[in-house]
């Protein structure tokens, strides 16, 4: 075991770098399931976004007409199941679901010739001066334009939702369709706009994946982000601040389990660290709200435990198939915790999420 | 001069004519009261009004200029304001941002939530701005919409059914609003199916029945029989008169609680209740004081502690809803279509649902179409079901044909206790009688009934015993002929009205 090959900074840059495809599309989904729809197909279009990204980068040898493509084609992709639901009225969980295997089958063709190119490297940003602060530099100023837009996109997407009248007509259009209507807001055309926006930005995050942080093409190379993206929607309680905090969460411990795995740490060690961070700020939010901090001391019990067996057993190994599985069992765990309050859940979740809307009379 | 006239308006959709030719005026000031029963064409003719939905012929005009709103937006801009009968709010949604969004966007100003204050004051309707509409009472739902409509200077304010969710002392603040405005020079157009309030309150009023003009007439010079018979076109049922033995007691609830799953829902507090054979006990109160949840708990949708009902004796309350219909509970729900019935699925596959216990439907697992099917014919014998034949869908019955059939579907099983929420919600009122009539004669058979409702008239009507439910609890029950109708409104406000401005005393 060496320690000493782990570098903090580099493993933060590498987190955010594998969270930003999520950032992206679970933002977009928001923003569609806040109208009241609920799009299963994050996967297809991400996948779709990937390839058509990837095709229109290596084409015309620019990575930025890569994510315009990128988003045009998960936008497209979208709007086909937009039609489905919204205009011929068709079950919306079966139609994401069909949009999942049609945009994974589509990708898979398109991206027949495209299988060992080289797409068109897209630069980081250099800062000058900014980036070469010490620390700060490489953990701020070092990443390509697309990390910035994604975070600057989840502050929009707050922005719009929090503060506009735009973002509240949406969001009244999720929570209630049929008084929507009443007042003479246009529930179709303006769910229409927010399947499209979903759709773009699930295509901007899988081209991100297929230009920057592979960059390949490979088929099936989403690999799950898409469902992911959907989970942290929820776990965020359709909070846009909380969705990026989930998509960090969900990247870093991949980042970890991926590191665990080259250094042949026993997983014990991230394991007992992440614990007793998690239970640190479980204390902490707890004692704030004058809440009970059972379960947060428990966390922070076994979180010592782990850690001492981890540095008392230090060669300790599971198979990796297990450490695979940490990021999506973490992700789970950590969305059960945080939605176990239903009925504050329920508060924030769009009432009319994923019904059917029929304009009678 | 007219302020608002209608001429020769008509709209048909597939199969029915909503309206054929309706025409009438509005004159600046004048509250004019819209009768008729269910199905009458009342709310196509307030949509049309409102831009909702666009008249196959005929014209309106507005103050002497043709009046065409495209959208609920042009009938705003052209000083129209609708209070919804199913409000049109949004409950996770603070009352300014339900105010905000039934405006144009222009004049929805950052001022907006001191502008709210002020109207609502000047119209006694105190209202906080700041406060997420799911956690106002109804009546305090209703300001919402009324102060949205006031905010924006209307000339016309219709009101579909404003008072059906009010208890008595929230009507009267109500009317003395819709007073004030109409001393101020606005039009009130006024929807509702209580006679009593129109004959009080409206100037003039419109009859509609068949989607026509049948008749107009000024209200304060009729009587409520009058106005309803001219409005079903022929003499009124004679309600029944109660008369029978009471016995020992069937159901009892004790210390009842139940809490709700729902942010916005009423959790039920310490109900406790003993009801007797041959009984009917009237449990009224405004609607979401806890009506759902005490039906569901009574049907066994969900569960409770077992010693919290007792049906002869005998803890039933961890047992589901088969198994107490077993035991001779029948319960009829309040949403007709989606809860008591399964609107695609036949008559026949209906009264399976729930007659499939006790009417024995089913052999060693095989469905019994025949009893079924003769089980569902004689509901829709006995209790007048318009229907054409028991093999079509539930959907396409009308309201008060299929609410025969809920509750007629129960009845016919004979239950010991009989649970009904709002039997009569919707229903014209010559279905509305029959329902009564089949309920007294159940109680009169020596069964027990409760009825819960949120219409004051037809308890104090059908009830031996009144209770009422207000914020999850329920008062005790008092013999029906002893209560008043204002005694009655103060058990339904006593814990549930919170602003200061109205605030009465416990009954």
Not at chain 1, 96 to 117: K, N
Request: proline fraction near 5%; aromatic fraction near 6%.
């Amino acid at each position: 075991m060496d320690l000493s090959t782990l570098d903090p900074i580099a493993l933060i840059v590498s987190l955010i770098i594998a969270a930003t495809p999520l950032v992206l599309a679970a933002t977009g989904e928001l923003v569609t399931e806040k109208s009241g729809v609920l799009n299963l197909g994050v996967e297809g279009m991400m996948v779709f976004g990937a390839i058509t990204g990837f095709a229109a980068a290596v084409e015309s040898g620019s990575p930025w007409l890569g994510f315009l493509a990128s988003a045009t084609g998960g936008a497209v992709l979208a709007l086909i199941f937009g039609v489905m639901t919204q205009y011929l009225l068709s079950n919306q969980v079966a139609t994401g679901l069909a949009l999942t295997m049609f945009g994974l089958g589509l990708a898979a063709l398109i991206g027949q010739p495209y299988a060992g190119v080289k797409p068109p490297p897209f630069p980081r940003l250099d800062l000058p001066l900014l980036g070469d602060i010490p620390v700060l530099g490489r953990l701020l100023f070092s990443f390509d334009a697309m990390v910035y837009l994604s975070i600057l996109l989840v502050a929009a997407v707050w922005w719009f939702l929090a503060r506009t009248r735009g973002g509240m007509v949406l969001r009244a259009v999720g929570e209630n369709h049929d008084a929507a209507h009443s007042l003479g807001m246009k529930v179709v055309p303006i769910r229409l706009a927010a399947i499209a926006f979903g759709g773009a930005c699930a295509g901007l995050g899988g081209a991100y994946l297929s230009l920057v942080r592979v960059p390949q093409w490979t088929e099936g190379m989403t690999a799950g982000a898409g469902w992911i993206a959907l989970a942290i929607v929820v776990f965020a309680s359709w909070k846009p601040w909380r969705v990026l905090l989930g998509a960090y969460l969900f990247g870093g411990v991949t980042i970890l389990q991926l590191n665990t795995q080259a250094l042949s740490l026993n997983p014990a060690l991230p394991a007992g660290a992440g614990l007793i961070v998690v239970g640190l700020v479980w204390l902490g939010l707890a004692l704030r709200a004058g809440r009970p901090a059972g379960l947060a001391l428990a966390a922070l019990g076994l979180g010592a435990a782990a850690l001492a067996f981890g540095l008392a057993a230090p060669r300790f190994q599971i198979g990796s198939a297990w450490l695979s599985m940490a990021p999506y069992l973490v992700t789970i765990l950590v969305l059960v915790v945080m939605s176990r309050d239903r009925a504050r859940a329920a508060l924030n979740a769009p009432a009319s999420l994923g019904r059917v809307f029929h304009a009678a009379g | 001069m007219s302020l608002l006239s209608l001429r020769g308006l008509t709209k048909a959709y597939p199969g029915v004519v909503a309206n054929s030719d309706v025409s009438f005026d509005i004159a600046p000031g004048e509250v004019h009261a819209l009768l008729g029963e269910n199905g009458a064409g009342k709310s196509t003719l307030v949509k049309t009004i409102f831009g909702l939905v666009r008249p196959d012929a005929g014209e309106m005009t507005l103050s002497g200029r043709p009046y065409t709103p495209a959208r609920p937006g042009d009938a705003r801009a052209a000083g129209v304001a609708m209070v919804f009968q199913h409000f049109s709010l949004f409950e996770a949604m603070s009352v300014a941002e339900n105010i905000a969004l039934g405006m144009e966007a222009a004049q929805a100003g950052r001022d907006l939530p001191a502008r709210i204050r002020s109207v609502s004051a000047e119209y006694g309707l105190p209202l906080d701005p700041d406060r997420l509409v799911g956690d106002l009472s109804v009546g305090e739902r209703q300001r919402v919409e009324i102060v949205r409509c006031l905010l924006q200077e209307p000339r016309l304010l219709i009101m579909d059914e404003p008072t059906s969710v009010l208890t008595p002392q929230e009507v009267e603040v109500l009317f003395a609003t819709l007073r004030k405005l109409s001393a101020e020079g606005v039009a009130i157009l006024y929807i509702s199916h209580k006679l009593e309030e129109i004959r009080s309150l409206c100037d003039r009023a419109t009859i509609l029945r068949g989607g026509r003009v049948v008749g107009s007439c000024v209200p304060a010079q009729e009587t409520a029989k009058s106005l309803a018979e001219a409005m079903i076109g022929s003499a009124l049922a004679r309600p029944v008169a109660k008369s029978h033995a009471v016995g020992g007691i069937v159901l009892e609830l004790a210390g009842l609680a139940l809490p709700s799953p729902d942010p916005f829902g009423t959790s039920l507090r310490d109900v406790s209740l003993s009801l007797h054979k041959g009984e009917i006990l009237g449990i009224g109160g405004v609607a979401g004081n806890g009506q759902e949840e005490l039906q569901a708990a009574l049907s066994g949708e969900r569960r409770v502690a077992p010693g919290m009902i007792r049906l002869r004796g005998q803890e039933i309350g961890a047992l589901g809803p088969n198994r107490r219909r077993a035991l001779g509970l029948c319960t009829a729900p309040e949403e007709r279509l989606g809860h008591a019935a399964a609107p695609e699925m036949t008559l026949t596959e209906n009264a399976l649902l729930t007659g499939l216990t006790r009417e024995r439907l089913a052999n060693g697992g095989f469905v019994k179409w025949r009893a079924t099917a003769s089980f569902a014919e004689a509901i829709v014998r006995r209790f007048d079901v318009r229907t054409p034949g028991v093999d079509h869908a539930a959907r396409a019955l009308s309201g008060g044909n299929l609410q025969k059939f809920v509750v007629g579907r129960e009845v016919l099983q004979k239950p010991d206790v009989l649970v009904v929420n709002q039997p009569t919600w919707g229903v014209d009122a010559a279905a509305a009688a029959a329902i009564r009539a089949a309920l007294v004669t159940l109680a009169a058979g020596g069964a027990a009934v409760i009825v819960i409702s949120q219409d004051l008239d037809e308890l104090m009507e059908i009830s031996d015993r009144l209770a009422v439910l207000a914020g999850g609890r329920l008062s005790a029950p008092r013999p029906a002929a002893s209560l008043g109708i204002d005694e009655i409104g103060l058990m339904m406000g006593g814990s549930t009205v919170k602003d200061a401005g109205e605030t009465h005393a416990p009954a």
